[in-house]
């Protein structure tokens, strides 16, 4: 159940379910990839993709917390993280046997 497709999988799998050869679709791939990246990196923060999904920059604030094997306090600095929230039709085609 812990099946991962890494980026040169995709590009196979994507290849053989177009019409467009090898290296065609790994330019579309990597250029998919980037473009995501790219834009979450910049000012934007939500890259949405019809029938996809949504990618969303969320800013954590600093907090702080108890570091656990000496009991000292320490402060996490303020980052950002990146959630992806499925589209209804592909929840939905997801989980049609359910």
Do not use: C, W
Request: net charge negative.
């Amino acid at each position: 159940m812990n099946n991962k497709i890494n980026l040169n999988q995709l590009v196979e799998l994507f290849s053989e379910h177009s019409t467009i050869n090898k290296n065609a679709s790994e330019d579309f791939v990597r250029s998919f990839v980037d473009l995501i990246t790219g834009t979450l990196q910049g000012e934007d923060e939500i890259v949405k993709v019809k029938g996809f999904g949504t990618f969303k920059k969320i800013r954590v604030a600093e907090r702080e917390s108890i570091n656990v094997n000496t009991g000292e306090r320490i402060t996490i600095s303020a980052y950002n993280k990146i959630q992806f929230q499925p589209d209804a039709d592909l929840k939905e085609t997801i989980n049609q046997p359910y």
